[in-house]
């Protein structure tokens, strides 16, 4: 890294404040990749999704520019098709938000099958959409129920009876 990146870095951090985490959002093409971390083989799941890392987990992996290096991943397509890296160096943003698109190879077989499937995650994602969106009206709606009825009014009057009190509200 030159001097300059690095000064341009410095002062980047210094003026927005440097990020106490980190967010690579992994993404593949087309999309529905399966992607597993490299080394651990622990499992994210579908492409895209987000991974974060927070503050103690990078200063472990952070170089000498000041980057951080991060376990890579392995994304595998139903065809079999597959792309890899070993290591993920993130460096350069200023809000710790970073991106990477794993390609599928051209010349593997059976393309047709992975246009489908990644057809069939951007459709499930409309519906979880879709549902997250609903979830959310019918939320707001019995909030402001439970509001609304926390404003009206209640008249009460009470009537003594001998030693009893009845009271009635309305």
């Known amino acids: 890294m030159k001097t300059t990146n690095i000064f341009t870095f410095l002062l980047a951090c210094g003026l927005a404040g440097c990020s106490t985490q980190a967010s690579l959002t992994v993404y593949s093409q087309p999309e529905g990749a399966y992607l597993v971390e490299k080394g651990s083989g622990k499992s994210y799941g579908v492409a895209p999704t987000t991974v974060v890392y927070d503050a103690s987990t990078l200063k472990n992996f952070r170089n000498a520019e000041g980057c951080y290096v991060v376990k890579g991943f392995e994304a595998k397509w139903v065809s079999g098709a597959t792309a890899a890296l070993e290591l993920i160096t993130l460096c350069g943003s200023s809000t710790g938000a970073y991106n990477i698109t794993f390609s599928r190879p051209q010349d593997y077989p059976n393309l047709d099958k992975d246009l ?55």
């Open 116 to 170: 489908q499937f990644a057809l069939q995650v951007q459709s499930t994602r409309a519906l979880q959409q879709q549902a997250r969106a609903a979830q959310d009206a019918a939320d707001a709606a019995f909030y402001n129920n439970l509001i609304q009825q926390q404003r009206s009014t209640v008249n009460c009057t009470s009537t003594q009876f001998g030693n009893t009190v009845q009271t009635r509200c309305r």
